[in-house]
């Protein structure tokens, strides 16, 4: 399933910047950016799961925020792009590592 998770994470103190860190270097790991605090997700439930436990561990209750939008297995139909920074659809798109 195609899954949007956003965040915003409050980076006044070492602490945030440190969390705003770890929350996109985990994001990096299960998705793609799409923009600096967006990426989009190819996930099962059961990895969906483990993503979202682990940036639970990362955030900040009092001062961040998460933000989950669920589009589905069809999802990538449901994404309109327009503009600069293209992004590559790893379900679509060959990657040569």
């Given at each position: 399933?195609?899954?949007?998770?956003?965040?915003d994470?409050?980076?006044l103190t070492k602490d945030g910047r440190r969390r705003l860190r770890n929350i996109a270097k985990t994001c990096v790991d299960y998705?793609?950016?799409?923009?600096?605090?967006?990426f989009e997700c190819e996930v099962d439930p059961a990895q969906f799961t483990v993503f979202?436990?682990?940036l639970i561990e990362i955030y900040n209750p009092d001062e961040d925020s998460l933000r989950f939008y669920f589009l589905g297995k069809k999802g990538r139909h449901k994404v309109e792009h327009i503009g600069a920074k293209s992004t590559v659809d790893p379900v679509r798109d060959a990657l040569i590592l």
């Open positions: 399933m195609l899954v949007l998770v956003t965040y994470v409050s980076v998705g793609i950016r799409v923009q600096n605090s967006v979202k436990n682990e």
